[in-house]
T-cell receptor
Framework: NAGVTQTPKFQVLKTGQSMTLQCAQDMNHNSMYWYRQDPGMGLRLIYYSASEGTTDKGEVPNGYNVSRLNKREFSLRLESAAPSQTSVYFC???????????FGSGTRLTVV | EDKVVQSPLSLVVHEGDTVTLNCSYEVTNFRSLLWYKQEKKAPTFLFMLTSSGIEKKSGRLSSILDKKELSSILNITATQTGDSAIYLCAVEAYGGAQKLVFGQGTRLTINP
């Protein structure tokens, strides 16, 4: 049982480049989330998807787009990367009936 | 806007000491408060506290929710070097899409 799988684990981008972070869960969870973590700031919500076909902005959505491709997959896209987007990105999913949030192992992104 | 504040932000103690980590929150329609431990990668779940479950204990770790004071504490007794980590507090609210709002985290270092 893989849980939540994120790819890639590490990435270095040049300013202005684009990329997509992939996330997939195999627990049949309805809700999925993208967080970023910066030193001393905990985790901040970028976007979330309460169910397949819906997406909503979180606390820090600027510079990002998301796609809920199907129930399993939720991707995060940076169209034009900026150094301020250097961070560790976590994907999570949740079972709608309980408290069970499960996190992926993270993607460390550096924008130079 | 929902808000979670943790204190202290950083704490260094000796092995065997007892520590208390604090979390205060402001949230509309409080549903639950969750504690996570984060070592090198993804946050791992410790406790969930709700109106119907305000005290939890697991081994040397315990947590209490004070709904009147809108706060929670996480206690770790007889600390070990393996307890060194970032401890994250998060709250979830009823209504709308369910999502976690995190505090900044407390970085705990246990010295031998």
């Amino acid at each position: 049982n893989a849980g939540v799988t994120q790819t890639p684990k590490f990435q270095v981008l040049k300013t202005g480049q684009s990329m997509t972070l992939q996330c997939a869960q195999d627990m049949n969870h309805n809700s999925m989330y993208w967080y970023r973590q910066d030193p001393g700031m905990g985790l901040r919500l970028i976007y979330y998807s309460a169910s397949e076909g819906t997406t909503d902005k979180g606390e820090v959505p600027n510079g990002y787009n998301v796609s809920r491709l199907n129930k399993r997959e939720f991707s995060l896209r940076l169209e034009s990367a900026a150094p301020s987007q250097t961070s560790v990105y976590f994907c999570a999913s949740r079972d709608g009936g309980t408290y069970g949030y499960t996190f992926g192992s993270g993607t460390r992104l550096t924008v130079v | 806007e929902d808000k979670v504040v943790q204190s202290p932000l950083s704490l260094v103690v000796h092995e065997g000491d007892t520590v208390t980590l604090n979390c205060s929150y402001e949230v509309t329609n409080f549903r639950s408060l969750l504690w996570y431990k984060q070592e090198k990668k993804a946050p791992t779940f410790l406790f969930m506290l709700t109106s119907s479950g305000i005290e939890k204990k697991s081994g040397r770790l315990s947590s209490i929710l004070d709904k009147k004071e809108l706060s929670s504490i996480l206690n770790i007794t007889a600390t070990q070097t393996g307890d060194s980590a970032i401890y994250l507090c998060a709250v979830e609210a009823y209504g709308g899409a369910q999502k976690l709002v995190f505090g900044q985290g407390t970085r705990l270092t246990i010295n031998p």
